[in-house]
C-alpha cells in the first residue's frame, strides 16, 4: 500500500481464527507484507480504534467482518465513518453475509469496498489473493491527527 512516509496497518476484525489465518497468509502471497493487527471481537475493535491510548495520523486499512459475536460490524462501520480521527481510513468488509440490504447499509454507512467471502476454500484464499493484489496499489490516506 502506498502512503507518503508512513507504513500502513491493516486492522483486520475477524472472529474466526481460520479465517484470519488464511486471510494474512493469502495477503502475503499477494505481496502484501504490511503489519497486521487481529482483532477477534468488536469488543476488542472498539478498545483498540477508539480507546484512550489511540494515537492519531498512522495510516490504517480496516477489514471488518460483519458476522461478530458481541456486536454487529455493522456499528463498528458506523462508529468508523462518524469518527473524526478515522473517518478516511477506508474499511473493506470481508463477510459471509450476502443480504442485498446490508450490502446497501454497508455502503450508505462509507465502506469502501464489500466483499463477501466464498464458502469453498481454495475459492476464498484466491479472492484474498486478489484483495492482496488490491491492495498493494491503493492509496491510504493518514487519519487525523
Same mark, same amino acid.
Do not use: W
Given at each position: 500500500m502506498?502512503?507518503s ?5 491493516i486492522?483486520?476484525?475477524e472472529d474466526d481464527d481460520?479465517h484470519a ?11 502484501v ?5 487481529h ?5 476488542a475493535?472498539v478498545?483498540?480504534l ?7 495520523? &498512522?495510516?490504517?486499512?480496516?477489514l *471488518?467482518? +460483519?458476522? %461478530?459475536?458481541d456486536m ?6 458506523a462508529r468508523?465513518k462518524a469518527d473524526?480521527?478515522l ?5 473493506i468488509?470481508l463477510?459471509?453475509t450476502d443480504?442485498d440490504r ?7 454507512l ?6 463477501t ?6 475459492t476464498? &484464499?484466491q479472492?484474498?489473493?486478489q *484483495?492482496g +493484489?488490491f %491492495?498493494a496499489v ?5 487519519t487525523a491527527p
Amino acid at each position: 500500500m502506498n502512503v507518503s512516509a508512513q507504513a500502513v496497518t491493516i486492522v483486520m476484525i475477524e472472529d474466526d481464527d481460520g479465517h484470519a489465518r488464511l486471510i494474512e497468509k493469502n495477503l502475503k502471497r499477494a505481496g502484501v507484507y504490511n503489519d497486521v493487527l487481529h482483532l477477534n471481537s468488536g469488543t476488542a475493535a472498539v478498545e483498540h480504534l477508539f480507546g484512550p491510548g489511540r494515537q492519531g495520523g &498512522a495510516p490504517v486499512l480496516v477489514l *471488518l467482518d +460483519l458476522n %461478530l459475536p458481541d456486536m454487529s460490524g455493522i456499528d463498528i462501520l458506523a462508529r468508523l465513518k462518524a469518527d473524526p480521527v478515522l473517518r478516511l481510513a477506508p474499511v473493506i468488509v470481508l463477510t459471509t453475509t450476502d443480504d442485498d440490504r446490508e450490502i446497501r447499509r454497508c455502503y450508505e454507512l462509507g465502506c469502501s469496498v464489500y466483499i463477501t467471502k466464498p464458502v469453498n476454500y481454495e475459492t476464498f &484464499a484466491q479472492a484474498v489473493r486478489q *484483495l492482496g +493484489l488490491f %491492495l498493494a496499489v491503493i492509496q491510504v490516506p493518514p487519519t487525523a491527527p
